[in-house]
């Protein structure tokens, strides 16, 4: 009872305080018969606003420049140089009206703030002046958009024959990779065959998945195309390596894809790197003690927030010499050899040729 007085006590003070001050303001409206319009409110943030102008914009570039080592990723693929000059020409046209569009409205804020006699320049139209800032960003628009759209289709356009297929699965939270064995043939898949083990699903009624391997770490022939086919089990996840400029989403029902052209290979980009001349890349990694540059690797990572794990979903690339590649590529063990129960899922008739064809004829006949 006591505590409810209290309270009710202090908010009867609180309503009270708030009628003064209402009093107060609108007897002091009276006073002044309604002529003070613009208080010193008013200048003070005319002059904030050209404070903002100058710090925020110095802040800006300095963080920019001063950023600069470290957001300049390495480029390692043939189309991501397209999509980096894109991407710099855009933001310096965009840069620049941004950085003149907003001095003007800091600037004008300042200069046209409330001044006693100030009287406004009546000012309806100049059709000339209309005419200029549509038709300029008209054409310039127009030029970026199709540019990026001539990129696009480029960059997206079918894979030429004989790119290196690869199957890029997204789940919460890993990716896999499979890749088509010795036939060069991806086998088909069904959702309704995934389990604990089969965890892509893989059907075994299709024979050109008998070869097919499950690596631990994508391998990549240096200058040849390559095709990520790409699917998700359960939620949206984004297949993003950002060395290649490859992002595609990984959409569950949906199958995506993207091909590019791997053009650096991973040991030539840490000599690259380490001869770059930029000290991000010296500097010592405190959970190795060696320089940046000589544990660089390409990743695959996801680009969407696909829950919990999201930050684990890491896979690492590595980019080599094409023999390199046929060398490593030769010695994978076919997933059905490393789990021979499957042989079972595999239709009486095609037995013998998974067999052979997973590399597990030997131990079927010992
Ligand atoms: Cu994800």
Redesign the pocket.
Known sequence: MLTFAIIAGLLLLVVLLLLLFRINALTDVMKTEGQRRASTSNKVNAVLMMVFLIAAGALFFWYSIVRQNEYKLPVASDHGIVTDNLFWISTIVTGIVFILTHILLFWFSYRYQYKKNAKALYYPENNKLEIYWTVIPAIVLTGLVFSGWKAWTDITDKAPEGAEVVEIV?Q??QWTARYPGKDKQLGSFDFRMIDEVNSLGIDFSDKSSFDDFIPRKIFLPVNKPVEFKIRAKDVL??VYAPHFRLKMDAVPGMPTRFWFVPNTTTAKMREDLKNSGNPFWQEIDPDTGEPKWKNFNYELA?A?I?GRG?FS?RLLIEVVEEVEYEKWYAEQKSWLSMNEDYLSKVPANLKELAAISAGIENSANN
């Open positions: 997204g919460q939270f996840h984004s996801c969407e696909c999201h979903m």
